[in-house]
């Protein structure tokens, strides 16, 4: 029974052209169920609504209609009740340049959730902050606590907000863009260690991306949205290897593929001569 | 390995790639280029690189934040600021009339006359690099202004309205401004813009980073089709290697500022030989290929993890 699940999910916004007023649907009748140990991929373009679904489910957007249940539970709207649902589900951010507090030492970053969250306090402050580092294998942990996020690259620092997110004693962790601003070369560091934390501390991740590679490899699960519906779902090699929806096509078709090189050449110069 | 690095210095590359080069006409060569920031203490960003640019080819340049892709490409077009400065080498620019200019000697109006009319560039992070308070046909506009005075109004409107339309965007978005316009639409107005003056050479720095797959594909088949019939050629820097194997004909692979090794997207793809190329290469997973170790179930997990951090 313990899951993540929303619900018909649905967010309207107001917009506003001059005299005019409309509503924006920005996510569109959005159910889906996480359950611990797995991690569904939520994938599409800038404005599909992906965003909006993680900052409803984290608290920070307030759904239209449609109910996010944590545990079968409806969540708290205040006090006990939502400091209990923010201690199971937190939010790992696209920019760990932006995230970080550049005046604060890593430890800092730490233990402030791990207090407020009465996990832990005083003495006991210490070795939690560093077994934390050492589960986002930031080792050894003494080295990394007293450094600044500008002693850190791109890939530590998002390894540091991993940890963060973790330091409630989170079950489920809303990836928003995790490593798109980091180099090719680390991404896959921060993605096996979210797959590793997944596997063996059993968490659900929700990993969302318009990186369909990655979302195949690490996700069991995945959504494709486009304007705020989810227009195909489905196990990720389906999705990926044998896609139906026409607009999962089209994503497909403009990830580059490095096998596939000159063929957009070919492609342009065939469509010149047909011209 | 012992035929190809005939030079210790010099980038790994294979035979393929000197048949490849050998009957191409160059359009801009750089030899021994070392650029240093003169800071304390100073930082070699660039670190004696040759390169060969030929007409109509696009050469990618690959590497990650900080391997000095981008202030080499600012050194190609004179564009370095202090504390930057190209401590040595030489930057020689093949014009199709059949003269030769020595780019590094150029100042005052030669070098205004040169920039932007032979080569031009598309800048990093072109969504905010239009001028938001002027509209794109001024933007235009002042191209045309200062390079090409004698063109009288009517023709710098007409010219404006076919850069436009050469670009796919409809010309009648001339008196918008850049906040009217989607990202795609922007950076189409910055290869317009680019291409204002018909340059040999068009210098691109993360011209799709910030943009989504679709609209990124849309971008990259216009500069395609832009490169097929004007015949300009591409430098075309990123760290997206994936998109770089799909899109350009040869592949230089930078290094904290060295260029490791050169050669066709193909024998890149198949064959690369320097371990950092290799490296990037495993660095993604293939869409629609095999799961490799990285998979997040393999043993190797853990190995990867480490060697990444």
């Known amino acids: 029974m313990s899951s993540l699940e929303v619900r018909n999910l649905v967010k309207e916004f107001t917009v506003r052209s001059g005299v005019r007023r409309g509503t924006l649907r920005a996510v569109n009748d959005v159910s889906f169920t996480l359950e611990p140990g797995k991690t569904i991929a939520l994938v599409g373009e800038s404005g599909s609504g992906k965003s909006t679904v993680a900052k409803m489910i984290s608290q920070l957007e307030t759904p239209t209609t449609g109910e996010i249940l944590l545990d079968g539970q409806p969540i708290g709207r205040r006090g006990r009740a939502l400091s209990s649902y923010r201690h199971q589900v937190q939010m790992v951010f696209q920019d760990p340049f932006a995230s970080l507090n550049p005046y604060h030492t890593v430890a800092h970053h730490l233990e402030r959730p791990l207090r407020i969250h009465g996990v832990a306090a005083g003495q006991a402050l210490e070795p939690a902050v560093h077994d934390l580092l050492e589960r986002v294998n930031l080792t050894p942990p003494e080295l990394y606590a007293v450094k600044r996020p500008h002693e850190m690259s791109g890939g530590q620092r998002q390894r540091v907000a991993i940890a963060r997110a973790l330091a409630p004693g989170a079950r489920f962790l809303v990836a928003d863009e995790p490593v798109s601003m980091l180099d090719v070369s680390i991404r896959l560091g921060v993605l096996n260690l979210l797959a590793r934390l997944q596997r063996e501390e059993n968490l659900g991740v929700l990993y969302i991306t318009h990186d369909l590679a990655t979302a195949r490899h690490f996700s069991d699960e995945i959504l494709v949205m486009y304007r705020g519906d989810i227009v195909e779902r489905g196990p990720s090699d389906d999705v990926i290897l044998n896609p139906q929806h026409e607009y999962t096509k089209t994503l497909l078709a403009a990830a580059p593929e490095p096998s596939r090189h000159g063929r957009l050449r070919e492609e342009v110069r065939a469509e010149l001569a047909a011209s | ?309």
């Not at chain 2, 401590?87 to 070098?111: C, K, N, P, Q, Y």
């Not at chain 2, 794109?136 to 009517?154: E, I, N, S, Y």
């Not at chain 2, 291409?195 to 088949?221: F, K, W």
């Not at chain 2, 060295?258 to 793809?269: A, C, G, Q």
Request: charge should be negative.
């Open chain 2, 1 to 309: 390995m012992t035929a190809t690095a005939t030079t210790t210095t010099g980038p790994l590359s294979s035979p393929t790639h000197a048949a490849h080069v050998a009957h191409l006409e160059p359009v801009l060569t750089a030899r021994h280029v070392s650029i240093e920031y003169e800071v304390d203490p100073p930082v070699r960003a660039v670190d004696d690189v040759s390169l060969t640019l030929h007409r109509g080819e696009i050469l990618g340049l690959a590497g990650e934040s900080g391997c000095g892709k981008t202030t080499l490409a600012y050194g190609l077009n004179r564009l370095l600021k202090p504390p930057a400065i190209l401590r040595s080498g030489e930057v020689t620019f093949h014009d199709a009339g059949g003269s030769d200019i020595d780019v590094v000697s150029l100042s005052g109006d030669a070098l205004r006359a040169f920039r932007w009319d032979k080569v031009s560039m598309v800048f990093q992070g072109a969504m905010n690099s239009l001028n938001p308070v002027i509209s794109v046909r001024k933007q235009l506009g002042d191209v045309l202004t200062t390079h090409r005075p004698q063109m009288g109004k009517a023709e710098r409107a007409a010219r404006s309205a076919e850069l436009l339309a050469l670009v796919g965007v409809d010309p009648g978005r001339l008196d918008s401004f850049a906040h009217e316009l989607s990202g795609g639409m922007r950076q189409r107005v910055m290869i317009a813009m680019a291409m204002a003056l018909n340059p040999q050479v068009m210098i691109m720095d993360e011209p799709t980073t910030a943009l989504d797959v679709v609209v990124q594909r849309g971008i990259l088949r216009e500069i395609m089709r832009l490169r097929e019939r004007f015949n300009f050629a591409v430098v075309f820097i990123t760290h997206d290697l994936p998109l770089l194997l799909e899109i350009s004909d040869r592949i230089a692979v930078m290094r904290a500022g060295r260029i490791v090794e050169l050669d066709t997207s193909e024998s890149v793809y198949a064959r690369a030989q320097h371990p950092y190329t290799r490296q990037l290469l495993n660095s993604f997973p293939s869409l629609t290929g095999d799961r490799g170790s990285f998979v997040r179930t393999g043993v190797s997990t853990d190995a990867a993890e480490g060697e990444a951090s």
